[in-house]
T-cell receptor, first 111, second 114 residues
Framework: KQEVTQIPAALSVPEGENLVLNCSFT??????LQWFRQDPGKGLTSLLL?????REQTSGRLNASLDKSSGRSTLYIAASQPGDSATYLC??????????FGSGTKLNVKP | DAGITQSPRHKVTETGTPVTLRCHQT?????MYWYRQDPGHGLRLIHY???????DKGEVSDGYSVSRSKTEDFLLTLESATSSQTSVYFC?????????????FGSGTQLSVL
């Protein structure tokens, strides 16, 4: 069974700090790994997608990495801002076009 | 939003009643999904569809059924709603972007079963 885990469940940091969010998966046979952002009461917005053959993807202050052999992905946020406060979820794509989600990390960036 | 509309946005119902949630897409995507989101559990797959009349179960399919009679509509039915089905329900589609399957979500339906 594919399992995706995100630790910690919640994180609070002061503004300006660089931070790393973690995502781990038990089955390394993924096709890609996608990171999402969710604001309270809203749907999910895609941030970054990493193909299984890639190691990194970058978008602005965000950088996502993927290490299939160790079953890990990280989302690095540089120079965090209060507007980055949200829940961040990762999803792994497996065979039959099935996506499996972690339970998310709730990030609070304090002004 | 990849042209995904969920209805209703909010629903309050009583235990034992049937409930149907609708997901409508406008861009002819093949794959459609229903997830539920509960605190501490992230998103869990209920059912998904890979074409008209082609559906399969996800992780938490008990108590739910789905139908897809047209490409654009994917219906989720709670046959006899229970309080444990109080949740936020999200519909999603996957779209091939640059050779990668990418998920896009609707805005969600908040369902309360009293």
């Amino acid at each position: 069974k594919q399992e995706v885990t995100q630790i910690p469940a919640a994180l609070s940091v002061p503004e300006g700090e660089n931070l790393v969010l973690n995502c781990s998966f038990t089955d390394s046979a993924i096709y890609n790994l996608q990171w999402f952002r969710q604001d309270p009461g809203k749907g999910l917005t895609s941030l970054l997608l990493i193909q299984s053959s890639q190691r990194e993807q970058t978008s602005g202050r965000l950088n996502a990495s993927l290490d299939k052999s160790s079953g890990r992905s990280t989302l690095y946020i540089a120079a965090s801002q209060p507007g980055d406060s949200a829940t961040y979820l990762c999803a792994a794509l497996y065979n039959f076009n099935k996506f499996y989600f972690g339970s998310g990390t709730k990030l609070n960036v304090k002004p | 939003d990849a042209g995904i509309t969920q209805s209703p946005r909010h629903k309050v119902t009583e235990t034992g009643t049937p409930v149907t949630l609708r997901c409508h897409q406008t861009e002819n995507h093949r794959y459609m999904y229903w997830y539920r989101q509960d605190p501490g559990h992230g998103l869990r797959l209920i059912h998904y569809s890979y074409g008209v009349k082609d559906t399969d179960k996800g992780e938490v399919s008990d108590g739910y059924s789905v139908s897809r009679s047209k490409t654009e509509d994917f219906l989720l039915t709670l046959e006899s709603a229970t309080s444990s089905q109080t949740s936020v329900y999200f519909c999603a589609i996957s779209e091939s972007v640059g050779g990668n399957e990418k998920l896009f979500f609707g805005s969600g339906t908040q369902l309360s079963v009293l």
